[in-house]
């Protein structure tokens, strides 16, 4: 079975544009979660979507947003790029409602790079 | 969310040694899990721990969680080269709560 996966792998943007990152979770899982991590640092929670629904948001600015699909998958929007939003941009899926005592399992993130 | 630290931040170690890395919280841990990242990599889910004094084994990896549910430290015996990485202790209340890891070097 496939596991998460994230595209683009690598992106290269300017300060000021917009990104948008995108993911697939592994099959049958229905929550999605958006990690930020800046090199030599542990990734930072951002969003977790279950359901297609919004149920929890780390301390990032309006900047980001995310959304998740009717088939689970969901997109991460950076919006007016700075250059400390480089970073590898980590999705991960879980299975039930992503509560609680539930295993993430990550993708392979989208690194971006902010110049 | 639960806050954690991990310590050492690094540990650089001679092949076939053993070492400790430790997790701390001010608070008490409804859960710890426990994820791996090679150097490039994504982090990779090792072990959760859930109980009270909970001690967990994956080959020559040790994991347990204090009887207080503020603590959890990774044993691993005879490392090996495939040890290399960084090695992160979260809570996870529906987010996971990062440390900063543990990075680990090893040395032939």
């Known amino acids: 079975d496939a596991g998460v996966t994230q595209s683009p792998t690598h992106l290269i943007k300017t300060r000021g544009q917009q990104v948008t990152l995108r993911c697939s979770p592994i099959?049958?899982?229905?929550?999605v979660s958006w990690y930020q991590q800046v090199l030599g640092q542990g990734p930072q929670f951002i969003f977790q979507?279950?359901?297609?629904?919004?149920?929890g948001r780390g301390n990032f600015p309006d900047r980001f947003s995310a959304r998740q699909f009717p088939n689970y998958s969901s997109e991460l929007n950076v919006n007016a790029l700075l250059l400390g939003d480089s970073a590898l941009y980590l999705c991960?899926?879980?299975?039930?409602?992503?509560?609680?005592?539930?295993?993430?399992?990550f993708g392979d993130g989208t690194r971006l790079s902010i110049l | 969310g639960q806050q954690v630290m991990q310590i050492p931040q690094y540990q650089h170690v001679q092949e076939g040694e053993d070492f400790t890395t430790y997790c701390n919280s001010s608070?008490?841990?409804?859960?710890i899990q426990w994820y791996k990242q090679r150097p490039g990599g994504h982090p990779v889910f090792l072990i959760q721990?859930?109980?009270?004094?909970e001690v967990k084994k994956q080959k020559r990896l040790t994991f347990q969680f204090g009887e207080a549910k503020k603590n959890s430290s990774l044993h691993i015996t005879a490392t090996q080269t495939t040890d290399v990485g960084t090695y992160f202790c979260?809570?996870?209340?529906?987010?996971?709560?990062f440390g900063a890891g543990t990075t680990v070097t090893v040395r032939a």
């Open positions: 991960a899926s879980s299975s039930g409602q992503g509560g609680r005592n539930q295993p993430q399992h």
């Open positions: 099959s049958g899982h229905k929550s």
């Open positions: 979507y279950y359901e297609k629904e919004e149920r």
């Open positions: 608070t008490t841990l409804s859960n």
């Open positions: 721990l859930v109980k009270s004094g």
């Open positions: 979260c809570s996870n209340d529906y987010k996971l709560s």
